[in-house]
């Protein structure tokens, strides 16, 4: 069974930090690229971070670049997303996506999200 769970989300101030983590399980972990969404209320899902399978490559949103660093455990079947300077405007659900694909297939997962706020 195919699990991905998210943890460390929490009410922070503005300019402080929460490290996510996403536990996953029940496929291979290393052969999927990993990425961390988020979906404010009345707004739509969008991409804040991704990571390639070995780790070597990243990738992220404008609005958190320099701020947020999205990082991987294959041992541990892990990935992780710190975030750092946050913003009110980072407020949101935040969720974890492990994707694969070939030129036949295609395999991706969602976790059921944890809740950032940012608020004084």
């Known amino acids: 069974q195919v699990q991905l769970v998210e943890s460390g989300g929490g009410l922070v101030q503005p300019g402080g930090s929460l490290r996510l983590s996403c536990a996953a399980s029940g496929f291979i972990f290393s052969s999927y690229v990993l990425s961390w969404y988020r979906q404010a209320p009345g707004k739509e899902r969008e991409l804040v971070a991704a990571?390639?399978?070995?780790?070597?490559?990243?990738n992220y949103a404008d609005s958190v670049k320099g701020r947020f660093t999205i990082s991987r455990d294959n041992a541990k079947n892990t990935v992780y997303l710190q975030m750092n300077s946050l913003k009110p405007e980072d407020t949101a659900l935040y969720y974890c996506?492990?994707?694969?694909?070939?030129?036949?297939?295609?395999?991706?997962?969602w976790g059921q999200g944890t809740q950032v706020t940012v608020s004084s």
């Open positions: 990571i390639t399978s070995a780790g070597d490559y990243t």
């Open positions: 996506n492990a994707r694969y694909r070939t030129t036949v297939r295609s395999y991706e997962y």
